[in-house]
Structures are given as structure tokens and as C-alpha cells.
């Protein structure tokens, strides 16, 4: 599989489309986390690091909704919330440096196209987002778009 296959070829008729999303919860929440370390309160800094990570993928996953939404193809979400988390809906969102995308260079390439410093969010030498507490993705709408690993 490759995610190419998602998608139709540059020679039909038809254009195909391609969404892309960078979100983060914001530098304070990265600040938050450096504090509580920097104070010796790790039981607190494990609960707000864990907290503001899986708020940052909360944000992603509201926004793959919402493009589901104007592509049209929401319907195909499953209803139960645990199903819709598990990734039972139409499409996939695939992120850089994960097994199916694992050329972690290519978040430059998403940033050429972002932009992602007016949100904040910048890129480090090794192609990591900071604030940690951000991510960014591929969002593919293929019915047949399913997570993989290469």
C-alpha cells in the first residue's frame, strides 16, 4: 500500500482532493509542563503532560471531523464515541515520522505550506514540532483509507 493509492491519478478528469491540518495547544501548555518539571511536582507534571498531549490529538481529531464534514463523507462516521476514536470513519490521518509516512523530513514541506508559525508552532533541526503539545497530518478521504505500516 502506498497512500498514493488513495488517490486518483493526475491523468482523470476529475480533480481529486488532499487535506492537511497542524494544530496545537499553544506554547503555555509547553511552558506549563517545564515548570511543574522544573519545581520537582512530577506526579503533577505527568498528569498536565498527558493532559495537554492527548488534548493536542482531541484538537486533531475535531478538525479531521470537521473536514469530513465539508468533504461531505461524515456520514460514514460510526456513532459510538470509542468506535469514532478507534478510527471507524470514512478516510485516515496519517502523520509524518509514523509508519505509514515515515520520512519525518517532510514536516518541512508541510510547513512551506502552513505556515504553521503564525499559530506558533515551529520546527526543530530534527523535523520536531514544538510545542510538543501540536501535531500536524496527511487527511486522506479514500473509502478504503486505512492506517498501515510499511
Do not use: M
Not at 491519478?9 to 494544530?23: G, L, M, S, W, Y
Not at 498528569?47 to 478538525?63: I, N, P, R, Y
Not at 462516521?77 to 470514512?90: E, S, T
Not at 523535523?127 to 503539545?133: D, G, I, N, S, T
Request: with cysteine.
Amino acid at each position: 500500500l502506498c497512500i498514493a493509492d488513495y488517490f486518483l491519478p493526475h491523468t482523470a478528469e476529475q480533480r481529486d482532493v488532499v487535506a492537511f491540518q497542524i494544530v496545537t495547544i499553544s506554547e503555555q501548555a509547553a511552558a506549563e509542563s517545564r515548570r511543574l518539571f522544573e519545581n520537582h511536582a512530577y506526579q503533577d507534571y505527568f498528569f498536565w503532560h498527558g493532559f495537554s498531549v492527548s488534548l493536542a490529538e482531541a484538537l486533531a481529531e475535531f478538525w479531521h471531523q470537521q473536514i469530513r464534514r465539508e468533504l461531505n463523507i461524515h456520514q460514514h462516521d460510526a456513532k459510538d464515541l470509542k468506535k469514532i476514536l478507534a478510527g471507524h470513519y470514512q478516510g485516515a490521518r496519517y502523520s509524518f515520522g509514523y509508519p505509514a509516512c515515515p520520512q519525518l523530513s517532510d514536516q518541512s514541506k508541510l510547513f512551506q505550506l502552513l505556515k504553521p508559525e503564525e499559530i506558533g508552532v515551529k520546527l526543530t533541526e530534527e523535523f520536531q514540532l514544538v510545542p510538543e503539545q501540536s501535531t500536524s497530518a496527511l487527511i486522506v478521504h479514500h473509502p478504503q483509507a486505512s492506517y498501515f505500516k510499511i
